[in-house]
């Protein structure tokens, strides 16, 4: 086996990152800055470095508490248009100093309305603060486009509202919409009338499925609902069997998501935190990309899983020996199943990701 892959070299790739919560990759010191700013005093820590330990022990300690405390943290400072802009600018820079070309970035906009904001008002300010993001991006010389994913909590009514929020705002940086929270016992099609809406506007929108939960949600959330990317859908694994020869045999939902080339939003540090996957070396990724299903590789929630998208590609380097060219075909994978128009899609594929890789194919 030759030496995998190292940060370095996977940091200069371009990449794409289709799922990534807003208010899981704040930056620990600006957590501290607005909490201060805004009289927010539950934080556990003020010093940074300590602030950055919690959240990722709080996260993996395997209690949904102490998981659901830090985003508590999170979305409890970011409830002005000052702090939603901020964190947003500062996400999309982020990002591409992580070689990151292309994003799509989502938040529950009824989760920051707590400090008098109206939810279009919610969305203007993150939309102000991705472009202020890409400005600076590009000022550095580190080019990214971001749009952002209105998300609806599953538990909660006001998903056709947030649906109609989508749909408003689709010409002005919203590229689609997503529904998320916890998906036992609380089934995707309690939200019909919302993908029903979607449907008939001919918008985009992708569902949180097979993370914590099986076959049936994703099943649901492809046939009953209509959705053009899963959110994880690690449990599509249940309905494939290997055999001893290696051969694999595909159930009909499985075969379904990879003849119709349904992606995969999976994001392989935060699988394995959820328990959705065991570890890294066992993560279905390895078996469904042998497969050529429509996997692509994400961060879900940076700051709680401590990762970036460079992190998550050496890891997956490290597990399964991939190289370059396993990396440019996920990135390509994800932009082929962006929330943008097709052509504009195709220009960053072919102008942007192709010429990356074949540069940094040479320079090795
Ligand atoms: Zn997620």
Redesign the pocket.
């Known amino acids: 086996m030759t030496k995998s892959l190292t940060a370095p070299i996977l940091r200069k790739a371009p990449k794409v990152l289709l799922?990534d919560?807003l208010d899981?990759g704040v930056r620990p010191a600006t957590v501290i800055d607005l909490a201060a700013a805004s009289g927010y005093d539950a934080l556990p820590s003020t010093d940074d470095e300590e602030l950055s330990r919690w959240f990722y022990e709080a996260a993996n300690s395997g209690s949904l508490e102490r998981y659901l405390e830090t985003f508590a943290h999170t979305v409890g400072v970011m409830q002005t248009r000052e702090a939603l802009a901020r964190v947003a600018a500062e996400c999309a820079e982020d990002l591409a100093a992580d070689g990151v070309v292309y994003a799509e970035i989502?938040y529950a906009p009824e989760l920051h309305v707590d400090g008098g904001l109206s939810l279009p008002e919610v969305v203007e300010a993150v939309n102000e603060g991705f472009r202020e993001g890409e400005r600076r991006a590009a000022a550095a010389g580190t080019p990214i486009r971001v749009g952002a994913l209105l998300t609806a909590m599953r538990h909660a009514a006001r998903s056709m509202e947030i649906a109609e929020l989508a749909v408003r705002y689709r010409d002005e940086g919203v590229a689609g919409f997503d529904i998320?929270g916890a998906e036992a016992g609380h089934p995707p099609t309690r939200h019909l009338d919302a993908f029903e809406y979607l449907q008939r506007e001919n918008a985009h929108f992708t569902i949180?499925a097979g993370?914590g939960f099986g076959l049936p949600s994703i099943w649901q959330a492809i046939q009953w609902c209509g959705a053009d990317r899963l959110?994880?859908g690690v449990r599509i694994i249940d309905d494939i069997t290997v055999g001893p020869g290696g051969e694999a045999d595909l159930g009909r939902l499985a075969a379904y998501v990879r003849d119709k080339r349904i992606p995969l939003?999976m994001?392989p540090t935060?699988n394995v935190m959820t328990g959705a996957a065991k570890s890294i070396e066992d993560h279905p990724i390895g078996l469904l990309r042998k497969l050529y299903f429509r996997v692509t590789v994400n961060t879900?929630?940076r700051l709680m899983s401590g990762t970036s998208m460079t992190q998550e590609f050496v890891k997956l380097a490290e597990a399964f020996d991939y190289d370059l060219r396993d990396f440019q075909w996920f990135t390509v994978n994800a932009m082929k199943s962006a929330f943008i128009p097709f052509d504009e899609r195709l220009a960053l594929i072919n102008d942007v990701i192709k010429p990356g890789y074949a540069a940094l194919a040479t320079d090795r």
């Open positions: 799922h919560h899981g989502r998320a949180h993370e959110g994880h939003e994001a935060s879900d929630n």
